[in-house]
């Protein structure tokens, strides 16, 4: 069973930083491509960076220079530096995973920014 789990959330100030982990179930080479999305209060889930199969790494405009996605094979992980946190960024922070046809999720990390 593939399954993927979010850690790292929580309270940060503005301009701060904060790294989220997500641990992948059995093995990361279980998905061809993995990624983080976000849903803030009362908005739609949206895309955030993604990191494939051959390490390229994609983001959206908004967090692009900000935040960086990584993973590591060896810990079957991958992860989300945030740096220079805006309110904005407040959200529930989910990871993603292509698995055949299928997208699995994780259960999500909340992030807010305030001080």
């Known amino acids: 069973q593939v399954r993927l789990v979010e850690s790292g959330g929580g309270l940060v100030q503005p301009a701060g930083s904060l790294t989220l982990s997500c641990a992948a179930s059995p093995s990361i080479f279980s998905f061809k491509s993995m990624g983080w999305y976000r849903q803030a209060p009362g908005k739609e889930r949206e895309w955030v960076a993604k990191i494939i199969a051959n390490g390229a790494t994609e983001y959206a405009d908004s967090v692009k220079g900000r935040f960086t996605i990584s993973r590591d094979i060896r810990k079957n992980a991958m992860y989300l530096r945030m740096n220079s946190l805006l309110s904005e960024d407040t959200a529930v922070y989910y990871c993603?995973?292509?698995?055949?046809?299928?997208?699995?999720w994780g259960q999500g990390t909340r992030v807010t920014v305030s001080s």
């Open positions: 993603a995973g292509g698995f055949g046809s299928q997208v699995v």
